[in-house]
């Protein structure tokens, strides 16, 4: 299929092109909340918050002066001024781990929400928790198989067969990660990514690939697009990037570099 990148105008600001809320990072887990937060923004949203520890707070703001910062104190009212909830990455899965998740996701009235990495593994433990409607789940095999409560080996039998099933149990949008990545909307219609390559397999390109996806959503994506456009995108960084740095050596911080060059393919 074709993707074209949401349109920007002459005439905007920050605020045109969204604010996302990102829960995430811990403080032996800092580099996930940088990665995620910088690759929204790289790819076209109007401003990012990063809600996490001080100690985190610290370390991300010695790295980039693009990103905003709120403490965990006031994450209800960051909730609620965000247009993107994004949650997960790096967070951990300590007792308030799971109780700022449970924050943000209670605090969720009617925008969309993206849940990654330890936000999946809290959320595969919950038994009464309400989802919000506009939700998207972007597990790997091995997540997959904590949220459906079967085997890797099974998940990884039939990619399309289990992607459907996460979206049927959690009435989301669901990512699953491979080299060739399942994308299943909530009537489970089907989108197989055929971008990306080895350079991807590194630690912290699922935290850009998530930072990706919310920075569309905040542009007006909606769930099902802003997934299928995000693993596009996110795969042709890959794609690209290996032709100067090798497959061997490509960073996930590399992969925010060559969102620009990934996204001058599509316009």
Known sequence: MEFKMPERVQ???????GRVLNVSGSDYMMGAAYLSSLSALTVGCGYVFLCSTERVIDAVAAQSQNIVFCLLSDLENQVKAADVLLIGCGLSTSDEAIEIFRRAINSVDDIPVLVDADG???????????????????????EASRLLGVDVDTILSDMEYWSKEISKKFNCVTVLKSHRTVVCSKDLEIYINNTGCSALA???????????????????????????????LHGLCGDIA???LTEYGVLASDQIRFIPYAIKKLL
């Open 11 to 17: 005439n905007s600001h920050k605020g045109t092109y």
């Open 120 to 142: 999946l593994n809290i959320l595969a433990k919950m038994n009464n928790i309400k989802l919000p409607e506009k939700l998207i789940l972007t597990p790997h095999p091995k």
């Open 202 to 232: 590194k630690a912290g390109s699922g935290d850009v690939l998530a930072g990706i996806i919310a920075g569309l959503l905040a542009q007006n994506c909606n769930e099902y697009y802003a997934a299928k456009l995000g693993v596009y």
């Open 242 to 244: 290996k032709n100067d």
